[in-house]
């Protein structure tokens, strides 16, 4: 037998061409049509998956809601009363990138392609605070989208730009205005409310611990902040829970999920390339050798451990920045 092919670098880039877009700014955006037609065609071909198959779009995004609304206990250390919940802790961060690195290899298996990357949408600049082009249009080529959802908050996506401190209402501000706050809420989120590894990854949550609620302090800057935010305001407010993106049991079942979590996970990169004093991961063991199970581009099952997805480069992808400026947020202190 032949060995598996190596997997080559994935290069994650950012989408955020909207052809409505009026502000030149916005229209300016390099051109990401390949990397968005796989990504389409990819969700397309796990949509047409019988819906049992671990690969299928119903069974990945039942992943997310099985590891957060209860689907899980901690019988495996010995606590099979005590429910597992993946956010508002410490493993918000990791557990959400093994997701999304097992979620890109399937797609890219799909479509044949090792190379496939996951694209970002870029919620932290300026161009890419409307919703990324990709997800509006109903029929692509005659053909439906496969990143179109009907779920979401049709004002929202139609003519606003993101509001990365959305609280479930609208504020009367300009673009311009609304683009100065949010370049703050990342400012927030990344230096001023993350200063250390506990303010930034979320409280400390072993085994035998319940679950922290949502609400609490000890959730971490960015889960609780710009990430929380862009998931309320997708969103469709006329559903009764927010579906599909406001609610962790829907949230997989919009394809914006896996664009938006992948810029989340690049706040991850970015806080650490920050540089500051204080901005390191856990070194804690109980959160060092927590894991989880995921199936894997070959229907496989595996265990992976929080230690091992600290260093992206190992996991093979990486993000690509388009502009010199990475921190666009950096001066904007609130
Ligand atoms: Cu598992 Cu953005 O939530």
């Not at 399937?106 to 605070?129: C, H, Q, R, S």
């Not at 479930?168 to 370049?183: A, F, H, S």
């Not at 001023?192 to 506990?198: C, L, S």
């Not at 829970?241 to 406001?246: A, P």
Request: hydrophobic content about 35%; charged content about 25%; aromatic content about 14%.
């Amino acid at each position: 037998m032949l060995p598996a092919q190596p997997w080559k670098k994935n290069q994650r880039i950012q989408v955020s061409e909207r052809k409505d877009n009026t502000d030149a700014m916005a229209r300016a955006c390099w051109d990401k049509r390949e990397q968005v037609d796989k990504y389409r065609r990819a969700i397309q071909a796990m949509r047409d998956l019988p819906e049992d198959h671990p690969h299928s779009f119903v069974n990945q995004a039942k992943i997310h809601c099985a590891y957060c609304n209860g689907g899980y206990t901690q019988v495996d250390n010995g606590f099979p009363d005590i429910e597992i919940q993946i956010h508002n802790s410490w493993l918000f961060f990791p557990f959400h990138r093994w997701y999304l690195y097992f979620y890109e290899r399937i797609l890219g298996k799909l479509i044949n392609d090792p190379t496939f990357a996951l694209p970002f949408w870029k919620w932290d600049e300026p161009v890419g605070m409307p919703i990324p082009e990709m997800f509006l249009p109903e029929v692509v080529n005659g053909k439906p989208n496969s990143l179109y959802d009907v779920y979401r908050d049709e004002i929202h996506i139609k003519q606003r730009l993101v509001d990365l401190d959305y609280d479930g209402n609208d504020k009367d501000i300009t673009n311009q205005t609304q683009v100065l706050c949010n370049l703050s809420t990342v400012y927030r989120d990344l230096v001023r409310n993350g200063a250390d590894t506990i303010s930034f990854f979320g409280g400390e949550y072993k085994a035998g611990n319940s679950p922290i609620k949502n609400g609490d302090p000890s959730v971490g800057s960015v889960e609780a902040g710009s990430h929380t935010a862009v998931h309320r305001w997708v969103g469709d407010r006329k559903k009764r829970n927010g579906e599909d993106m406001g609610n962790f049991y829907s949230a997989g079942y919009d394809p914006v999920f896996y664009i938006h979590h992948s810029n989340v996970d690049r706040m991850w990169k970015l806080w650490k390339e920050l540089g500051i004093k204080g901005h390191n991961e856990p070194t804690d063991p109980d959160w060092l050798n927590a894991s989880y199970v995921f199936y894997d581009e070959n229907e496989e099952l595996v265990r992976v451990y929080n230690k091992d997805c600290v260093n992206i480069r190992k996991l093979n992808y990486d993000f690509i920045e388009n502009s010199k400026e990475v921190f666009p947020w950096r001066k904007s202190r609130p």
